[in-house]
């Protein structure tokens, strides 16, 4: 991964966890991880990486950034 790439991804991962600081629903429901207990939601910050996130009381968790290009399999055993 190039260093400008790495920045841009980090910017974008940053600026989408911003907005769950405001607005904490704005993720899916994460269908992945559906029969895991603790309903997982995620949020797209760029066209290959997304946020995987609980909310728990008034803290947003952030569980896992994926690589979407990845099985599936591989993401949800990393939960």
Same mark, same amino acid.
């Given at each position: 991964?190039n ?9 974008? /991962?940053?600026?989408e966890?911003?907005i769950?600081?405001? !607005? ?10 559906e029969h895991?207990?603790? !309903?997982?939601?995620? /949020? /797209?910050?760029?066209?290959? !990486?997304? /946020? #995987?996130?609980?909310i728990?009381?008034d803290?947003? #968790?952030?569980?896992? #950034?994926w ?5 599936p399999? !591989? ?5």
């Amino acid at each position: 991964m190039n260093e400008a790439y790495a920045a841009r991804l980090y910017n974008s /991962l940053i600026d989408e966890a911003d907005i769950l600081a405001t !607005h904490p629903k704005t993720g899916a429901a994460e269908r992945l991880l559906e029969h895991i207990p603790g !309903h997982y939601r995620s /949020l /797209l910050a760029d066209k290959c !990486h997304k /946020l #995987v996130y609980t909310i728990e009381g008034d803290d947003i #968790v952030i569980h896992a #950034v994926w690589d979407c290009r990845q099985s599936p399999e !591989h993401l949800t055993s990393k939960i």
